[in-house]
T-cell receptor, first 120, second 114 residues
Framework: GAVVSQHPSWVICKSGTSVKIECRSL??????MFWYRQFPKQSLMLMAT?????????EQGVEKDKFLINHASLTLSTLTVTSAHPEDSSFYIC????????????????FGPGTRLTVL | AQSVTQLDSHVSVSEGTPVLLRCNYS??????LFWYVQHPNKGLQLLLK??????LVKGINGFEAEFKKSETSFHLTKPSAHMSDAAEYFC????????????FGQGTTLQVKP
C-alpha cells in the first residue's frame, strides 16, 4: 500500500515552454503532498507543500509564479514549471503524507519515482 | 534550527564487510527519524524508521539503526555489504508539529568494492 506515482518519468522541452508534472497517490487519499527538487549528487530540497483545496506553501527562495502547484483532488497534485529555462533542469520528486495519525505511518512520507526535466 | 548531519559524504567498503553510515540530528522533542536509499535516477525507498518505539530499529535488506538520545545519533549499519547496496543514503528527521516537513541530511554515497 501507499504507492505514489509521477508522470512523466522524464521530459525534454525547449526553453520558454511550460511543463506539467503529475503526482498521484494510487491507493490512499493524500491531503498533503510535497514537491522536492534534486540537483545531481545533492540532497533533496523542499520546494513547496501542497494542500488539497488550498494554496500551496512555498519555501523561501522558490518562485511561486514560476513553479505553479495545484492540488485539486485528494489523489492528484501537479507542478507546472512555467517558461522553463536550462537552469530549471533537475530531478523533481513528489511525496505524499498518509493522513491522520496512524501509528504505522506517523510522520512518514511516500515518495514518487521522480521526473527528470531537461530544458534545452 | 532543526537539522540533521550526515558525517560522511562518501563511504567505501568491500563486499562482505560491515557498513556504518553516521547521522546526527539536532536535539528536539519527539523526533521521527528515517533512513532512505536512492539508486541512480530513482525515487527514495524507505529502509527503516524510528518513531519513539524500540530504539534499535530493523529495516529491509539487513539494515539496522539505533536511536541514541544521549548522543543525538541515528547511525545506519549492516553486518555485510552487498554490491547491490551501492547507492545514495539519506538520513531524514521529522519533528512533531512541523507540518509534516522532512529535513534531509546531505546524503552519503556508499561504494561497495568487489
Amino acid at each position: 500500500g501507499a504507492v505514489v506515482s509521477q508522470h512523466p518519468s522524464w521530459v525534454i522541452c525547449k526553453s520558454g515552454t511550460s511543463v506539467k508534472i503529475e503526482c498521484r497517490s494510487l491507493d490512499f487519499q493524500a491531503t498533503t503532498m510535497f514537491w522536492y527538487r534534486q540537483f545531481p549528487k545533492q540532497s533533496l530540497m523542499l520546494m513547496a507543500t501542497s494542500n488539497e483545496g488550498s494554496k500551496a506553501t512555498y519555501e523561501q527562495g522558490v518562485e511561486k509564479d514560476k513553479f505553479l502547484i495545484n492540488h485539486a483532488s485528494l489523489t492528484l497534485s501537479t507542478l507546472t514549471v512555467t517558461s522553463a529555462h536550462p537552469e530549471d533542469s533537475s530531478f523533481y520528486i513528489c511525496s505524499a503524507r498518509v493522513p491522520g495519525k496512524l501509528a504505522e505511518h506517523y510522520n512518514e512520507q511516500f515518495f514518487g519515482p521522480g521526473t527528470r526535466l531537461t530544458v534545452l | 534550527a532543526q537539522s540533521v548531519t550526515q558525517l560522511d559524504s562518501h563511504v567505501s567498503v568491500s563486499e562482505g564487510t560491515p557498513v556504518l553510515l553516521r547521522c546526527n540530528y539536532s536535539s528536539s522533542y519527539s523526533p521521527s527519524l528515517f533512513w532512505y536509499v536512492q539508486h541512480p535516477n530513482k525515487g527514495l525507498q524507505l529502509l527503516l524508521k524510528y518513531t519513539s518505539a524500540a530504539t534499535l530499529v530493523k529495516g529491509i535488506n539487513g539494515f539496522e539503526a539505533e536511536f541514541k538520545k544521549s548522543e543525538t545519533s541515528f547511525h545506519l549499519t549492516k553486518p555485510s555489504a552487498h554490491m547491490s547496496d551501492a547507492a545514495e543514503y539519506f538520513c531524514v528527521v521529522s519533528y512533531s508539529g512541523n507540518t509534516g516537513k522532512l529535513i534531509f541530511g546531505q546524503g552519503t554515497t556508499l561504494q561497495v568494492k568487489p
